[in-house]
């Protein structure tokens, strides 16, 4: 009777560890859910992921040894020992990319939502990463259009160079970031005109991808497959709940995606060769020249070669179209490419996994721009 109590209890207790270990680390994923929020703070989610992955390892060593005290035979032993030191890792992994989370080119990464998390601030009510935009009577007022590279993805809001122009010419003039992740040319016009303070000088920063706009209007996108389609449900819900699998998988992805999209004629750098697309980009474009005639605002494009090693490739394809058609079109032009090119490709980007200027790029274009002002 006694040797029934006593294995009940072991059972028992094998049983609520087992369980205790389960809902901790259920709840480990669940927190991922929580980074996308902005109700809550990051700090609180990496506390709480450090420890519910914490105590789930231990939660699972209590399980083992009791386990272990059931079935004392050598097999279930060394299968117990192989699940926890698997297990042990996975949670280390996990703890560790709960920590390291550098921005990637892929918005949806999780470890880029909590880079994000940490770093994508001030954001003012518009929606713009900047402080609320307001008027000083007495100052000229300069407004930044663009996409992720002048909103400054990849790095802190000290270091845009919106951020270097506003602290160098804060005596004459107030500075206002528009810049928008995944913007191109039509909506950045969009956000000029949508702007509650009106410009004196007016500076797009014109990426490759802008051409975007004109690939729309003419139904064109490059043939490219996303990897995670041809994963079954659960790969795509354990890629989708672990930092530590949607890192790796998200790395390798970026890979395949970046060969298919070179590889695809319809890739916005060769469409720049096209003729009927290019003249409705500049269509796009005029309409910054025509605004900037018609309320007597001065215009300058800064254009911003691919930062990786196609960089040459990407200023003679992309870069001479828009020089020329600021030659045209008497625009202001920057070149960014001619102050860039000499520096190492680990240089130019903000990480490894991120091709969006680095902190020394940013310098390198508010120089420019400050002397052109």
């Given amino acids: ?25 259920l709840f480990s ?16 989610f990496i506390i709480l992921k450090t420890i519910s992955l914490t105590l789930s390892v231990f939660a699972f060593i209590s399980f083992s040894f009791y386990f272990s005290n059931i079935f004392k035979s050598k097999i279930v032993k060394n299968i117990t020992v192989s699940v926890f030191s698997f297990i042990l890792l996975f949670s280390i992994l996990e703890i560790f990319y709960t920590y390291y989370t550098p921005s990637t080119n892929v918005f949806t990464d999780l470890s880029n939502k909590i880079w994000q998390k940490k770093y994508w601030n001030p954001i003012n009510s518009l929606g713009y990463r ?3 935009p307001v008027e000083n009577g007495g100052k000229k007022n300069i407004l930044i259009t663009g996409d992720s590279f002048v909103a400054g993805h990849g790095v802190r809001y000290e270091d845009v160079f919106s951020s270097v122009l506003k602290k160098e ?13 995944g913007s191109h040319t039509e909506r950045e016009y969009d956000s ?14 014109y990426y ?13 996108q490059p043939k490219i497959s996303n990897p995670k389609d041809k994963l079954s449900s659960f790969s795509k819900f354990l890629i989708d709940n672990s930092l530590f699998l949607n ?79 600021c030659r045209e079109e008497n625009i202001e ?37 400050l002397m052109q002002l």
Wanted: net charge positive; aromatic share 14%.
């Fill in 1 to 25: 009777m006694k040797l029934i109590k006593t294995n009940n209890k072991l059972f028992y207790k094998t049983f609520f560890s087992f369980l205790l270990f389960f809902l901790l680390f």
């Fill in 29 to 44: 994923f669940l927190l991922n859910y929580y980074i996308i929020s902005p109700k809550h703070k990051i700090l609180i």
């Fill in 130 to 132: 900047d402080v609320e």
């Fill in 169 to 181: 010419l804060s005596q004459e003039y107030n500075v206002f970031n528009l810049g928008v992740c």
């Fill in 192 to 205: 000029l005109l949508t702007y509650p303070i009106k410009p004196d000088i007016i500076i797009l920063g």
């Fill in 208 to 220: 490759h991808n802008d051409i975007e706009s004109a690939m729309i209007k003419h139904n064109i």
């Fill in 247 to 325: 890192f790796i998988f998200s790395i390798k992805a970026k890979s395949q995606i970046s060969a298919e999209f070179m590889e695809s004629e319809q890739n916005d750098i060769l469409l720049y060769l096209n003729e009927d697309i290019w003249n409705t980009q500049k269509q796009s474009l005029k309409k910054f020249k025509e605004y900037s005639n018609e309320n007597n605002v001065r215009l300058i494009i800064v254009f911003i070669p691919g930062l990786g090693e196609g960089i040459a490739f990407t200023n003679v394809i992309a870069g001479k179209k828009i020089e020329d058609f």
């Fill in 333 to 369: 032009f920057i070149n960014i490419y001619q102050h860039i090119k000499n520096l190492p490709a680990s240089k130019r980007i903000a990480n490894k996994f991120d091709q969006h200027p680095s902190p020394e790029v940013h310098k390198i274009i508010a120089k420019e721009l």
